[in-house]
């Protein structure tokens, strides 16, 4: 079985200041892990993927993610926070060495960027 | 490149009535998901296609709901009849259908059963 744990549900930052959004994750084998966004009455949005080599992945929009495997986590990040980066933020996983294509998200993380 | 399609965007019904859910993939995409997500949660999946075979249909509630993409490009999803715990967003998801391809997902469907 898989699954994603999203701890906060809702992470408050200051515009220009550095955003983490966090997200622990659990699989029986090698991870597939993705980060999208979702803004009000919109689909997923696609952010980014981490599939193997460099855990540093950089995505769209100035957001990056670091895979650390020990501490299966895939957390998001982003130097600078923009208000318009106000959104609900989903971590999701799928087991690289199942043949299920299936994604297993989180509950999601609400981030709030004030002016 | 257009964006995978969904129709309608908002449905309202009465419960024990059907409702049908459109999604037209990205182009080239032979890999075809329904989501549902309920309020406040990540989306769970219902059903994967591989071209017009559902390979993949564990967590469709076969009781109540269907779905076909019969020339392996668009897709309908059905649920009758519709119960209040139905209310949610129905997300359709594409990829081109290798092993690390990123799902791109449509706008959804809000469904609203009364």
């Known amino acids: 079985a898989q699954s994603v744990a999203q701890p906060e549900d809702q992470v408050n930052v200051a515009e220009g200041n550095p955003l983490t959004v966090k997200c622990t994750y659990s699989v029986s084998g090698n991870p597939y892990l993705f980060w999208y966004v979702q803004y009000p009455n919109r689909g997923l949005q696609f952010l980014l993927k981490y599939i193997t080599g460099d855990n540093l992945v950089k995505g769209s929009y100035g957001f990056e993610a670091e895979f650390n495997k020990s501490q299966t986590s895939f957390h998001l990040k982003k130097p600078s926070a923009l208000v318009s980066d106000s959104a609900l933020y989903f971590c999701?996983?799928?087991?690289?060495?199942?043949?299920?294509?299936?994604?297993?998200f989180g509950s999601g993380t609400r981030l709030q960027v004030q002016p | 490149e257009a964006g995978v399609v969904q129709s309608p965007r908002y449905k309202i019904i009465e419960k024990k009535q059907p409702v049908a859910f459109w999604c037209n993939p990205i182009s080239g995409h032979n890999t075809l998901y329904w989501y549902r997500q309920n309020l406040g949660q990540g989306p769970e999946l219902l059903i994967r296609?591989?071209?017009?075979?559902?390979?993949?249909d564990s967590q469709l509630p076969k009781d109540r709901f269907s779905a076909e993409r019969l020339k392996g490009v668009d897709s309908t999803l059905k649920i009758q009849p519709a119960e209040l715990g139905d209310s949610a967003v129905y997300l359709c998801a594409s990829t081109r259908g290798g092993s690390t391809d990123t799902q791109y997902f449509g706008p959804g469907t809000r469904l609203t059963v009364l």
């Open positions: 999701a996983v799928r087991d690289a060495d199942t043949g299920r294509r299936a994604l297993t």
């Open positions: 296609y591989e071209n017009e075979e559902a390979v993949d």
